[in-house]
């Protein structure tokens, strides 16, 4: 009978520990999968919650998208109907300045909206547009000049100007639309080769055809004296037009003063911003 050493005891025991302690470290890697699993959880959670923001923002930007060409459709409908562009019979050569002036269809005009007291044009841009008025400042930012819905708006006179554009400052207001629609090119009024090249606009009401000279464009705040649309003196006026110029970005060479009539146009310099850019030009009849 072979005897059982304590040597060899030793190194059965000894062997049998290994044998666990390999058995252990080859069930380690298992809480490896579990983590794994975990962030490809997390991926696709991700994944997801920037899918479903990118479907939300495609959904939001065909709906701008939709809104935007619905605006531009009524306002050239409209445009067919009651914008007549100058045309001359004569064969003699037209003047230069006299065959940018359009007319309007103002029986047709009233007949689309009863509010309608204007056309603005600016040759060159994309200003082309009916002027309306009501009785408050808020209807037409969100509806076009038929009463349709739609965020384009329409250009509006202020509701405290008095009809006619009579009043030493007579202020228009229009959006500044993404895609560059509505009052959004006055903007441009920043930058010198812009006024050189657009320096007038045209104003034509049911009374008549006006030139707007533009001679200031600056940004001001929406609650600065920029706004104020009569004053008490003509020394009060006056001043107000000097600030206008000093505070221009363009520089001109038209001259007004306390005889003249202002109409100020009026547009957002970004969302949700109290800040306004302006540009103001100087009423002048076209004689007939």
Not at 9 to 34: F, M, R
Not at 57 to 62: E, G, P, Q, R
Not at 253 to 273: A, I, Y
Request: one cysteine or more.
């Amino acid at each position: 009978m072979t005897e059982i050493t304590e040597e060899k005891l030793y190194t059965e025991e000894k062997l049998n520990t290994e044998e666990t302690t390999d058995t252990t470290v080859a069930e380690q890697p298992a809480p490896k999968k579990k983590k794994k699993y975990r962030i490809n959880v997390l991926r696709m959670a991700i994944f997801v919650i920037c899918l479903g923001v990118a479907c939300f923002s495609a959904v939001k930007l065909i709906g701008i998208l939709k809104e935007y060409k619905k605006g531009s459709d009524t306002y050239s409908e409209v445009e067919e109907v009651a914008f007549i562009p100058s045309g001359h019979d004569s064969s003699d050569e037209p003047d230069a300045s006299e065959s940018l002036i359009p007319n309007v269809d103002f029986v047709a005009l009233k007949q689309i909206s009863d509010k309608a007291v204007g056309w603005l044009y600016s040759p060159g841009t994309v200003i082309n547009y009916p002027v309306a008025k009501t009785n408050n400042n808020d209807y037409y930012l969100t509806h076009l000049i038929d009463g349709t819905s739609n965020a384009n708006g329409c250009f509006f006179v202020d509701y405290r100007n008095s009809d006619g554009f009579t009043d030493q400052n007579t202020i228009i207001y229009g959006h500044r639309m993404k895609n560059g629609a509505m009052l959004s090119s006055i903007a441009k009024y920043n930058k010198q080769e812009y006024y050189d090249e657009h320096p007038v606009m045209y104003l034509i009401t049911p009374d008549g055809k006006y030139e707007l000279q533009i001679f200031s464009a600056y940004i001001t705040e929406s609650t600065s004296n920029a706004y104020k649309r009569t004053f008490e003196s003509d020394a009060k006026f006056t001043e107000w037009l000097n600030n206008a110029v000093r505070h221009s970005y363009v520089k001109t060479d038209v001259k007004v003063g306390p005889e003249d009539h202002v109409v100020t146009l009026s547009t957002c310099v970004k969302s949700e911003d109290t800040r306004r850019f302006i540009a103001l030009g100087k009423l002048v009849k076209i004689e007939d």
